[in-house]
């Protein structure tokens, strides 16, 4: 196990602690999970000297209030689902809209690394719900590093889930279209900002961030965008980052035509639309937040294990990763985590979804084992 001296911020009073705590010599102090009382304590074992690992921790998230421990993955597969009906109402609801937002900033509060395999792993519901979720849960990750507060995080947030409420039924149809867009079907789609604020409008939403953020969210800093052609600081921060996550989410979905994009093309194309369709700073952000191999991503390693990303490190290219096959094709029961720091353990290759066997069930990836403190030692 790799361990190094903790900082402030690593370990906080009345949070279960995110790995085991040893004091310089390697004597185990204090276990993953327990927890400190109080602010003195923290800084007490800080002035010692305690040495653990942070980014070694559990996959279920542990809600502070309630100290239950939260499938993120799961829950947000709910919350997809439940998002259907709430969009495609006739009458929608903004209260129940800004319900999930809420919902959905908390679960990547828990646990971004789960949150974001899901962009990559979940499957349904039908596509154009899926992506405003997906987009909905990479803006916020970009938005709570950039330190916004939750309450201007909140209508931003809303608006990446209701941003193509306009455009459903049009979104499924071309998701299994073969063919270019006919014109009717570009009208469409360069209309469906401004109809959006026009159905949110009539929903009851007043807040002026949510509806320029909607209305703004695929215009581009160059002015190439659309509806308005709007250029650079015209353009709201919060639609340049909706803008940013939804092209990304979109770029690494399938279609009928295509399969999705590794994560990491699609980064590479992204920064180099930077400055020109979308925001530098929000380019750089996003590659920075994603990583190379981001959580779901389908790897192998050197020693020709595959398994997948779950869990990003301070090091893009290094993340933790836990094996499905042995290098033979052959499950491995356990799924034991893997440093891909170490030698034996480096990423080699990126393979589809599809390199996984078909019965895996995916949520399981993020569910704790006996024997991943085994696997801290020895991988």
């Given at each position: 196990?790799?361990?190094?001296?903790?900082?402030?911020?690593?370990?906080?009073?009345?949070?279960?602690?995110?790995?085991?705590?040893?004091?310089?010599?390697?004597?185990?102090?204090?276990?993953?999970?327990?927890?400190?009382?109080?602010?003195?304590?923290?800084?007490?074992?800080?002035?010692?000297?305690?040495?653990g690992d942070p980014e070694w921790n559990l996959e279920f998230a542990v809600d502070e209030e309630s100290t239950t421990r939260v499938s993120v993955f799961a829950r947000i597969h709910a919350l997809r689902e439940a998002l259907v009906p709430t969009v495609t109402?006739?009458?929608i609801s903004t209260d129940v809209i800004r319900g999930h937002a809420t919902e959905l900033m908390e679960l990547c509060r828990l646990d971004p690394d789960a949150a974001l395999a899901t962009v990559l792993l979940q499957r349904s519901p039908p596509y154009g719900v899926r992506q405003m979720v997906n987009a909905a849960i990479v803006t916020e990750i970009l938005l709570s590093q950039r330190e916004a507060d939750r309450a201007a995080r909140l209508p931003v947030v809303s608006a990446a889930l209701t941003m193509n409420i306009a455009m459903l039924a049009l979104q499924e149809a071309l998701y299994h279209q073969r063919?270019?867009?006919?014109?009717?079907?570009?009208?469409?789609?360069?209309?469906?900002?401004?109809?959006?604020?026009?159905?949110?409008?009539?929903?009851?939403?007043?807040?002026?961030?949510?509806?320029?953020?909607v209305g703004q969210h695929h215009e581009a800093i160059d002015g190439s965008g659309y509806p308005a052609r709007l250029r650079g600081d015209a353009i709201d921060t919060g639609a340049r980052i909706v803008c940013a996550a939804d092209r990304y989410c979109a770029m690494v979905s399938e279609r009928a035509y295509r399969p999705g994009a590794f994560p990491s093309v699609a980064l590479r194309q992204i920064f180099l639309a930077q400055g020109k369709s979308v925001d530098v700073g929000i380019?750089?952000?996003?590659?920075?937040?994603?990583?190379?191999?981001?959580?779901?991503?389908?790897?192998?390693?050197?020693?020709?294990?595959?398994?997948?990303?779950?869990?990003?490190?301070?090091?893009?290219?290094?993340?933790?990763?836990?094996?499905?096959?042995?290098?033979s094709g052959i499950r491995l029961p356990m799924m034991p985590k893997r440093r891909t720091t170490q030698p034996s353990f480096q990423i080699t290759q990126v393979h589809p979804l599809t390199r996984l066997p078909e019965n895996l069930d995916i949520s399981s990836i993020w569910i704790p084992r006996e024997t991943d403190v085994d696997d801290d030692i020895d991988g």
């Open positions: 196990m790799s361990n190094r001296r903790l900082v402030p911020g690593d370990i906080q009073h009345g949070v279960p602690l995110p790995c085991d705590l040893f004091d310089h010599s390697g004597r185990l102090l204090l276990r993953l999970g327990q927890t400190v009382a109080s602010e003195a304590q923290v800084a007490r074992i800080l002035e010692i000297g305690v040495f109402s006739r009458h063919d270019d867009l006919t014109e009717a079907q570009r009208a469409d789609v360069q209309a469906h900002p401004l109809r959006a604020v026009e159905r949110l409008k009539a929903a009851g939403v007043t807040d002026a961030v949510w509806l320029s953020v380019a750089a952000l996003l590659v920075k937040e994603i990583g190379l191999y981001p959580p779901g991503t389908v790897v192998q390693l050197a020693n020709g294990e595959i398994g997948v990303a779950m869990k990003r490190t301070l090091k893009s290219g290094n993340p933790i990763v836990r094996t499905i096959l042995n290098a």
